[in-house]
C-alpha cells in the first residue's frame, strides 16, 4: 500500500473511533467500530511484527473507548472475572484439541495441500516463531476477539437479540476476510485465475467460523474460548504448514538424483547401481 493509502485508512480508524465515541445509540457505535475495523485493515496490509502489534493495540484501546462510552460492562464483553476460571479451562482444552487436529490435517496427503501458502512455505523458522507467538495472538486475534465478539456482539445482542446478534456479527466477520483472501489466493500453490471462488469459499468458511465464535462466547460466557480457538487455528495452521513444507523440502533432497561422479561403471558398460542385462531367450532344449 502506497503512503497516501496508509493516511487514508489511519484516517479511516481515527474516524470510526471518534464516531463510535461521539455518535448517540448503539447503531451509531456499531458503525464507529466497523469504520475503524476497515481503517486498520487498511492500514497494517503488509505489515507484521511489532508495528502490526502496536497498530492492533491502539485499534483495541480505540474500541474500549466506544464500549465505555456507551456503558457496556465487562461482563458483557465477556471479560467478566466471573468468567475467568471456566473461560480460561475451556481455553487450555480448546487450543490442545486444535492443536492435534491441525497436526493431523497437516501429516494427511488429501488436506496437505490447504497448508501450502508461499506466506507460511517460504519464511524461515524465526519468523514462523514470531507470527504465531507474537503477531496471530497479540495482533489478529486480540483486535478481531475484542471487536467482533466483544464490542459489535455485545451491542447487537443488546438490540437485536441473541440470534440476529450472531447472524449480524458473523457475517461481518466473514466479510472482513475479502481482502485477506486476495492475498492468499495471490500466495496459495493450489489456487490460480479467477480469486472470486477463493473470495467466496473464504467468507462463507469464516462466516461460519464466525457463528461457532459466537457460539462459544454464549455458551461459556467468555471472550476466552473465542479467542483461544481463533489463535489455535491460526497459529497451528502457520507452524504446521512451515513444518510439512520443510519436511517435504528435506525428503526431496534426500530422494534426488544421485551424483554423477558417484555412478562406476563395469567392464560391461553399465552403472554400479544397474543389472547388468539378461538373456531372456529361451534355453535351446537337448533333443
Not at 538373456?279 to 535351446?284: A, M, T, Y
Request: charged letters at 15%; glycine letters at 14%.
Amino acid at each position: 500500500m502506497t503512503s497516501m493509502g496508509r493516511w487514508v485508512a489511519a484516517a479511516f480508524l481515527v474516524a470510526g473511533v471518534a464516531g463510535g465515541i461521539l455518535l448517540f445509540g448503539d447503531g451509531g457505535a456499531m458503525v464507529g467500530v466497523v469504520v475503524a475495523m476497515i481503517g486498520f485493515q487498511g492500514l497494517t496490509r503488509g505489515v507484521e511484527g511489532v508495528p502490526y502489534v502496536a497498530a492492533a493495540t491502539a485499534t483495541t484501546a480505540g474500541l474500549i473507548a466506544i464500549a465505555w462510552r456507551h456503558g457496556l460492562s465487562a461482563t458483557e464483553l465477556g471479560l467478566g472475572p466471573s468468567t475467568w476460571v471456566l473461560g480460561l479451562a475451556w481455553s487450555a482444552g480448546i487450543i490442545v484439541v486444535t492443536g492435534i487436529v491441525v497436526g493431523i490435517a497437516g501429516g494427511v496427503p488429501h488436506t496437505r495441500k490447504y497448508f501450502a501458502d508461499e506466506r507460511v512455505t517460504e519464511v524461515s523458522g524465526v519468523t514462523t516463531a514470531r507470527r504465531a507467538l507474537l503477531d496471530i495472538p497479540f495482533g489478529t486475534v486480540l483486535v478481531e476477539e475484542f471487536a467482533f465478539r466483544g464490542v459489535l456482539f455485545a451491542l447487537a445482542l443488546g438490540v437485536w437479540g441473541t440470534t440476529t446478534a450472531i447472524v449480524v456479527t458473523s457475517v461481518l466477520f466473514g466479510l472482513w476476510h475479502i481482502s485477506p483472501s486476495l492475498e492468499m489466493h495471490e500466495a496459495h500453490a493450489h489456487t490460480s485465475g479467477s480469486p472470486i471462488p477463493t473470495i467466496l469459499s473464504t467468507v462463507a468458511v469464516t462466516g461460519l467460523g464466525g457463528v461457532g465464535f459466537a457460539l462459544l462466547r454464549l455458551w461459556t460466557g467468555s471472550l476466552f474460548p473465542p479467542a483461544a480457538l481463533h489463535w489455535a487455528m491460526n497459529g497451528s495452521g502457520v507452524v504446521v504448514g512451515w513444518i510439512v513444507h520443510r519436511t517435504r523440502e528435506v525428503a526431496h533432497i534426500e530422494d534426488g538424483p544421485a551424483d554423477p561422479a558417484h555412478h562406476h561403471h563395469h567392464v560391461d558398460g553399465t552403472h554400479a547401481d544397474e543389472a547388468p542385462p539378461t538373456d531372456d531367450r529361451p534355453e535351446e532344449s537337448d533333443d
